[in-house]
């Protein structure tokens, strides 16, 4: 079955500095991986998504996430954080390999940007 | 324009009432979903709709029962809840159910307490 993990409930950077939000996956096959962000009290936006191609891929509000096929993971990254990107974080795959087309969510991760 | 709206945002009612959650989106989807995410926890699947049928229904209680009325529109009938049922409740949508490329795009959600 598809999984993603994300280690970390919590992630704390100083505003200014680079930010990293951590994803390993596990699939049967290609993955298919996508990051969304959800803000308090809202609904989840997408961020960006892996489907082929350039390992590093770039989204929504100056976030990118690098593929790392020999280290299955997805990293989601910024290279100066805002006191805006605060919010919470949830890594995904889709599970395409059964006849239902879901999308598997990580726990997902807390980020929290200090000003 | 990648929106998808929902309403009412907040929803409070007692265990023997009758409501519903409407969810809305013109980007001509033809997939709709029903989430729910409780506090701190990645989103569930409850349903999927896909050209107005009923595509998965993940052995959702039946106090829950979805409609689609048309390919814009999403409504979930709620009766007789229970408190634990309070939670978030997310509308997404994509553009087609079968593609595993396809980006779901998420509402605002209602908040809804069960009293």
């Known amino acids: 079955a598809q999984s993603v993990a994300q280690p970390e409930d919590q992630v704390n950077v100083a505003e200014g500095n680079p930010l990293t939000v951590k994803c390993t996956y596990s699939?049967?096959?290609?993955?298919?991986l996508f990051w969304y962000v959800q803000y308090p009290n809202r609904g989840l936006q997408f961020l960006l998504k892996?489907?082929?191609?350039?390992?590093l891929v770039k989204g929504s509000y100056g976030f990118e996430a690098e593929f790392n096929k020999s280290q299955t993971s997805f990293h989601l990254k910024k290279p100066s954080a805002l006191v805006s990107d605060s919010a919470l974080y949830f890594c995904?795959?889709?599970?395409?390999?059964?006849?239902?087309?879901?999308?598997?969510f990580g726990k997902g991760t807390r980020l929290h940007i200090l000003p | 324009d990648t929106e998808v709206t929902q309403t009412p945002k907040h929803l409070v009612m007692g265990m023997t009432n009758k409501k519903s959650l409407k969810c809305e989106q013109h980007?001509?989807?033809?997939?709709m979903y029903w989430y729910k995410q409780k506090a701190k926890k990645p989103p569930e699947l409850m349903f999927v709709y896909s050209y107005e049928k009923l595509s998965i229904n993940e052995s959702v209680p039946s106090r829950f029962s979805p409609e689609c009325p048309n390919s814009s529109l999403l409504n979930l009938h709620l009766h007789a809840l229970q408190p634990e049922d309070s939670a978030l409740y997310l509308c997404?949508?994509?553009?087609?159910?079968?593609?595993?490329?396809?980006?779901?795009?998420f509402g605002p959600g209602t908040r809804l307490l069960v009293l």
């Open positions: 892996y489907i082929t191609g350039d390992n």
């Open positions: 997404a949508s994509s553009q087609a159910l079968a593609g595993v490329k396809e980006t779901q795009y």
């Open positions: 980007m001509g989807h033809r997939a």
């Open positions: 995904a795959v889709r599970d395409y390999m059964n006849r239902d087309d879901k999308i598997i």
């Open positions: 699939v049967s096959g290609n993955p298919y």
